[in-house]
């Protein structure tokens, strides 16, 4: 059974840091590409990052791009997700999601616009971030 756990997620000023993790288990995480993926309230869900499975393609939602960044642990199965510069707008629930077809291409998904809930099907409980002063 695929399991995704987050952790991290806590109450930060804005222009502050956190580091998000998503441990993995239940299926080759290797093998598969991982997403971070947040919903603020009263909103859909949105696509944060996306990491192919060899660690060295990545891909950023414009409104993150050059704050956060994503990584990943093939030897420990973690994704992470290292947040700088936090505004108020990244307020949201953060999940760690995948496909659990080894061979989708999330990059692809993202870059395309598919909407998250139909390119990924497995997906932890999320860890909320709230920045507020």
């Known amino acids: 059974e695929v399991q995704l756990v987050e952790s991290g997620g806590n109450l930060v000023q804005p222009g502050g840091s956190l580091r998000l993790s998503c441990a993995a288990s239940g299926f080759t995480f290797s093998r598969h590409d991982m997403s971070w993926v947040r919903q603020a309230p009263g909103k859909g869900p949105e696509w944060v990052s996306v990491i192919n499975s060899g660690g060295y393609g990545t891909y950023y939602e414009d409104s993150v791009k050059g704050r956060f960044t994503i990584s990943r642990d093939n030897t420990y199965n973690t994704l992470y997700l290292q947040m700088n510069s936090l505004k108020t707008e990244d307020t949201a629930v953060y999940y760690c999601?995948?496909?659990?077809?080894?061979?989708?291409?999330?990059?692809?998904?993202?870059?395309?616009?598919?909407?998250?809930?139909?390119?990924?099907?497995?997906w932890g409980q999320g860890t909320l971030v709230t920045v507020s002063s």
């Open positions: 999601a995948t496909n659990k077809n080894p061979g989708q291409n999330l990059i692809r998904s993202m870059a395309r616009a598919i909407r998250p809930a139909n390119a990924l099907d497995a």
